[in-house]
């Protein structure tokens, strides 16, 4: 032991350069190889993920959709909706003609200002949701809750 204690470290040969190389390059190669595939693991990961949400966004716009288009949850009285669904139905759709009666008078004085050949496209998804066959109600309801005016679709039906 005494003679490994007295060797001094710049008495010993230095590592040949070439395997110095060759150490460093398989450090770095295998290292460049983990990285990537871990990098391409996470990216796999990120864009199911992605998926997955899509396809909940898509679920729940039309689960949106289809509870407002229903007229008990709108009331504030379930147990009086309950209870006068036969009469609720007949004053709405009195309310309905009333409503279509007077639209007219609407458009006409709303139309020099907007135009039926000017749409704006931040309303085509709605267009678009009426022509699959989502109600009305329901359509302009989501209007609404996004901030735009509801009459603006009018105009165009």
Known sequence: MDSLDTVQKHELP???QKRMVAFINHFIVSTVTFLNKFASDCETRFVNYEQKIQNLEASLMIVEAK???IDVLKQPDNTAAIEGKRS????STEVTTEVVETKPVEDKESQPNVTATERDPKYDPYFKMLHVGVPLGAVKNKIASE?????YIDQFL
Do not use: F
């Open 14 to 16: 230095p590592t040949n």
């Open 67 to 69: 509870l407002a288009s």
């Open 88 to 91: 609720d139905i007949i004053p």
């Open 147 to 151: 901030g735009l005016d509801p009459g």
